[in-house]
């Protein structure tokens, strides 16, 4: 393993003192010192409110957040105007689907999803179908957790205004072939929107090799503090678009009768943002670029292959997915005759932390004819040890429930 992941388990003071084995990153990662920090010294020596004050507190606060603007943008290879701050992906996909789709989409046109999606990712698109008379397409997904291009010019056609997909599954950990649906979708007319929540901490990410015109993520998949997130948008759209939401600093001028905007990306940030979430995210991208993202996928790729062939050894044991091995570091799977939710609660009393349920993600469970699943999710500050406890465990928790 690479040195600076090897012992970065001594970074997340959560596990201080804590025999714990955290397998549930996809649902929210853990802290390391430096954005801990980051936060409590925001508050300890320079809380002011952003862009308004210009005493020195203001101004150190207004520097911290802009700073951390850059960073971000330079994750992601956006331009400063290009990022806008919000409370995370199912916002900023609530934020497109009304901002951008009420303009833009009327019954005379097609919006594109897949089955694969979070419920983030589902929900706004069909409340702007029913509100638009739109229709709302599927492309649909094997049982192997991939999805099925063969009649994609079927799905995808010149009507299709928008393409919203997941990167990579918070259920599979299949990584999507998201260039080639982005090519197709350009080829036809069709605006395209990545959700990047599970891939922004797992790989690289370049919007404009991509070529998507938006790509959303949430800070605390990515060792950030919750509440906080990004939209990418293309400056060509967010130059045409109507705010959001209106009030504090996305204004110009308010008169009696009608109000300016404030210049990009100022207008879409009404209110008092996350000033601390924002500081904590711009930590949480020097932590992980001081490790390097190449190392880190390295990393990952390890564990979760030594993971599913640990996993493989358990009689009765189904992984869901994983016919690629491209995939990314979330498995999903159940044993045969055990109820997930036994299985999940077992394995928290031996302090081993994973995910059973429908993972946000319903369509899917209908798709594979189950009700839940158990799902280890994996990052830096796991190894190989956490897998040797986690399969142990597992095996324990069947004794125990076949009793």
Known sequence: MNNKILHCKNDFPIFKNQNIAYLDTASTSQKPNNVITAITNFYKNYNANVHRGLYPWAEQATSSYESSRYKIADFINAKNEELIFTRGTTESINFISSAWGRDNITKDHNIVITEMEHHSNIVPWQMLSQETGAELRYIPISNHGELILDNISDIIDNKTKIVSLIHQSNVFGTVNPVEKIISISHSNGALVLIDAAQSIAHQVIDVKNLNCDFLVFSGHKIL????????????????????????????????????????????????????EGVIGLGAAIDYVKNIDMVNIKSHNEVIKNYCIEKLKSIDGLMIYGHKNKNAGPVISFNIEGIQSYDLSQLLAQQNIFIRSGHHCAQPIMKKLNINSSNRASLYIYNDLEDIDYFVKGIKKAVKILSN
């Not at 948008?233 to 130059?239: D, G, M, V």
């Not at 009030?247 to 905007?261: E, P």
């Open 224 to 275: 950030a503090p919750a509440g906080v997130g990004c939209l990418y948008a293309k400056q060509y759209i967010l130059k045409n678009l109507n705010p959001y939401q209106t009030g504090g600093q996305m204004i110009n001028q308010v008169n009696r009768n009608y109000s300016t905007w404030n210049d990009l990306p100022f207008r879409f940030e009404a209110g008092t943002p996350n000033i």
